[in-house]
């Protein structure tokens, strides 16, 4: 059997707010092997916090996380630099481009910081615009670029460092029917080809059926699925 990527150790959640808490996940403990993972649930039940807790934005309030070998839960601030930029990829559903800078280089930037390596960045990230079909705007900026080309570029961002786990919160919440699907595709296909594991976070119930492994959030608790 293949070793897991991502391991949930009762885990638990919880906001304080005054007097109130808010027990957003509830004990919780999962295994997930490398593959596709995709998570639904209603607005509010706790799918970006589980995120942020898989990318080491957030901290568990009981409980070990471990994603990719790392004990992402136990990293200090000055290790989850490193963690964030090579192990794990973000895309969220605003594609959080640097709008003073090309799509080439918001795709180079977090490898030329990672390795230092200005000519190999730049090879790397056009590599990887052509893969995910932007080639021909590589020298746009994001103001001048549509939805989906931005996405798209924020896909190849992600990617640019190699990370083992691609982790993505409603990527296509900002798109058309028509892009949301495209970019659907592209994603599932890559993880697919470079063997990554993608987190994909989504409110598309359709989309729970091609992963390997469908995560269904409730009120704190969360259900687990085979498709
Ligand atoms: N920093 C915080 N402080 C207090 N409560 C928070 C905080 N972050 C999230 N929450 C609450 O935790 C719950 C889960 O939020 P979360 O954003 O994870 O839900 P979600 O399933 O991603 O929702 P949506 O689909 O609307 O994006 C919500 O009730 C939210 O208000």
Known sequence: MESSTIDLIQVQKEY???????????????SISPGIVVITGESGSGKS????LLGGMDRPSRGRVMVAGVEVSRLSET?????????????FQFHHLLR??????????????ARGDKRGALDRARELLERVGVAHRMNAFPGQMSG???QRT????ALVNNPQVVLADEPTGNL????SREVEELLFSLARDLGKTLVLVTHNPKLAGF??????????VIRQEVP
């Open 16 to 30: 304080r707010n005054g007097s109130e808490t808010l027990e957003v996940i509830r004990e919780v403990s999962l």
């Open 49 to 52: 916090t589980l995120l942020n």
């Open 79 to 91: 290790e989850l630099g490193p963690f964030r930029t090579s192990t794990v990829g973000f895309i």
């Open 100 to 113: 003073d800078f090309t799509a080439l280089e918001n795709v180079m930037l977090p490898c030329y910081m």
């Open 148 to 150: 989906g080309e931005r």
């Open 154 to 157: 924020a896909v190849a961002r």
């Open 176 to 179: 058309d029917e028509y892009h």
């Open 211 to 220: 992963g390997d492994l469908h995560l269904e959030l409730s009120k704190g």
